[in-house]
């Protein structure tokens, strides 16, 4: 009877002991992560980022309980792109937000066709070959287009009417752009149709920034086109301070430049369009496909005015500018 009690004892112990040994044996619990790939540097203005961390609180995640980011910048070199991309697939991420245009949205593409992909916002992603179409993206990419170089033809227009005096107008370039030659072209055509002379400079460096703005000083230009691109995005305290020292009515991309101390911006809400990239990512993270999620498209185009900037340029506003303003700072 004994050596039975013992025994029986013993198994009791053991099956006491396996739940404890299984849960051992377990994996610990991890929680998803989102990747962020952007072509600027990590010192370039935090909107985008909080835009997102916004979109995951609005989901239902908790950043650092339930989900989490990496983040990976290419510090304005589009060359270190890949390599960074290939880091968040071995991480691997369970889902990658691309930042900057084309260049880090491609580079994601070609690192991986399983991990979805987001990218916010950039141009036309159909011509630039990430997905079949808008409403059907296939494949893992979807995101935001946001129209930035299809609207530089509109804000020289009102560049224009900023700057009347029949002068040349200044267009701020980055020729490492993809797409550089088709945001180009329709600079151009928009100057001719307007009877305006163009100055062109280009800056793929911060650098080069102060380079350009040197070479527009020496053609009396009348104001100044900074033409949508990451860099200059990531630049627009250096770039609005240039344009100030030099006096040139100036208008840009994003109202964030206006929101700085710039004089005019025109395009999309510039945080909304990556709040909405951040809902995409929180929908792939419960399940959906990328393939599925259609890409976004803004529906709101904002003009917006600085007085405060125009006053210490000296330039009286057209009031038919003002009527026309979304928003006038003052």
């Known amino acids: ?84 991309a290939d880091e968040l697939v071995k991480i691997p991420a369970a889902v990658i937000v691309t930042s900057g245009g084309p260049a880090p949205a491609l580079a994601a593409k070609a690192a991986t066709t399983t991990i979805p992909i987001v990218f916010a916002p950039m141009p036309d992603p159909v011509r630039s070959g990430l997905v079949a179409s808008f409403n059907r993206p296939g494949g893992n990419i979807t995101g935001v287009a946001a129209l930035t170089i299809e609207l530089d033809p509109k804000r020289l227009e009102l560049l224009h009417e900023l700057a009347p005096s029949g002068g040349p107008l200044a267009v701020l370039l980055n020729p490492s752009r993809p797409d550089t030659q088709i945001q180009l072209n329709g600079i151009k055509t928009a100057a001719r149709s307007l009877g305006r002379e163009l100055v062109l400079g280009y800056a793929n460096t911060v650098q080069q920034i102060d380079t350009a703005f040197a070479e527009f000083a020496g053609q009396s230009v009348a104001g100044l086109l900074v033409a949508a691109d990451p860099l200059f995005s990531s630049q627009r305290t250096q770039i609005i301070v240039l344009a100030t020292r030099h006096g040139w009515p100036a208008i840009y991309q994003w109202r964030e430049f206006v929101d700085a101390g710039g004089l005019a911006s025109y395009g999309p809400n510039l945080f909304d369009a990556y709040r909405q990239a951040g809902l995409s990512a929180a929908r792939i993270l419960k399940g959906e496909k990328p393939a599925d999620l259609p890409v976004q498209q803004p529906t709101k185009f904002e003009f917006v005015i600085n007085l405060r900037t125009a006053k210490a340029l000296g330039l009286t506003i057209p009031q038919v500018l003002l009527g026309r303003a979304d928003e006038v700072i003052e």
Do not use: C, D
Request: hydrophobic share 50%; charged share 10%.
């Open 1 to 84: 009877m004994s050596s039975r009690r013992e025994f029986i004892t013993l198994l009791g112990g053991a099956a006491a002991a396996w739940p404890l040994a299984a849960l051992a044996q377990q994996p610990a619990m991890t929680i998803p992560v989102v990747g962020f790939l952007a072509s600027s540097s990590a010192n370039a203005p935090s909107g985008p980022v909080a835009a997102i961390h916004l979109a995951l609180k609005q989901a239902g995640y908790e950043l650092g309980h339930t989900v989490r980011m990496e983040y990976r910048y290419a510090n304005n070199q589009l060359e270190r792109l890949p390599a960074l």
